[in-house]
């Protein structure tokens, strides 16, 4: 069973391993960054007021979120297991993520894996960044690009740089990591399920790390 929590900094490659976890091991992934985007994207109440947020590179309040998940992990097809990826963000968020866990749900986390890459790349590999409008795949300008310039392989969608992928914005959501997120890494030190893995690498080589890691 792989009931995992990606932790790490923005850019450190949790979308991109998680596409190749979820094809290997046949679990959901849950992105609230994701759903957060969706819901921009389709001008909901909850889109309108999390851009604000997303736009300033600053996390959206913690009961929010909590929500998202809350109703997203009651969903059937999390029952053979799950990657959350952007979540939890805050202590507040893994608390509640414990508690419904333990009392909603009676599972609980199976691995939480800190993918970690130094500020210094970070910068690079958002810039760089390049999603698809279509399916949400990420490419990268320089280490991951897509055969034809603009188009998703999978897709045919159309690429598109991120509002939040802009060098001003970045740097507040590093600050914001290094604030309230990296503490994660301690919430979790005692759990017996926390795996460090560099995210500094071939994207192979890395994903190699994490299913000897998964099992
Ligand atoms: P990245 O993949 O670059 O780390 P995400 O796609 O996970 O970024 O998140 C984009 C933005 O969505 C964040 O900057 C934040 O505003 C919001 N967001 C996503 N997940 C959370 C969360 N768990 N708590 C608060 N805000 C979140
Ligand atoms: P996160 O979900 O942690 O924010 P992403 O998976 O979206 O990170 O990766 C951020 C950017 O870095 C993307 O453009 C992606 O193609 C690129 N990337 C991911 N892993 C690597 C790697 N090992 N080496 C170089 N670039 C990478």
Do not use: W
Not at 94 to 112: E, G, Q, R, Y
Not at 140 to 168: A, M
């Amino acid at each position: 069973m792989v009931n995992l929590v990606f932790l790490g900094p923005p850019g450190a490659g949790k979308g991109t391993q998680s596409s190749y976890i979820i094809n290997d091991y046949k679990v959901v992934q849950i992105s609230t960054g994701d759903i957060l985007r969706s819901a921009v994207k389709q001008g909901t109440e909850l889109g309108k007021m999390a851009k604000k947020y997303m736009d300033e590179g600053k996390l959206v309040p913690d009961d929010v979120i909590i929500g998202i998940v809350r109703e997203r992990l009651k969903q059937d097809d999390c029952k053979n297991g799950f990657i959350l990826d952007g979540f939890p963000r805050t202590i507040a968020q893994a608390v509640a993520l414990d508690a419904m866990l333990k009392d909603d749900l009676n599972i609980s986390l199976t691995h939480i894996i800190s993918l970690e890459v130094d500020d210094n790349l970070i910068m690079e590999r958002l810039t760089g960044r390049r999603t698809c409008k279509g399916c949400g795949k990420v490419y990268h300008i320089k280490y991951n690009p897509p055969k034809k310039d603009g188009v998703c392989d999978d897709c045919g969608g159309e690429l598109y740089q991120r509002d939040d992928d802009k060098e001003e914005t970045i740097a507040k959501r590093l600050k914001v990591y290094h604030e309230q997120t990296s503490a994660l890494k301690d919430y979790y030190k005692n759990s017996g399920k926390l795996y460090v893995v560099n995210g500094f690498g071939e994207v192979d080589d890395i994903y190699r790390k994490i299913k000897e890691i998964l099992g």
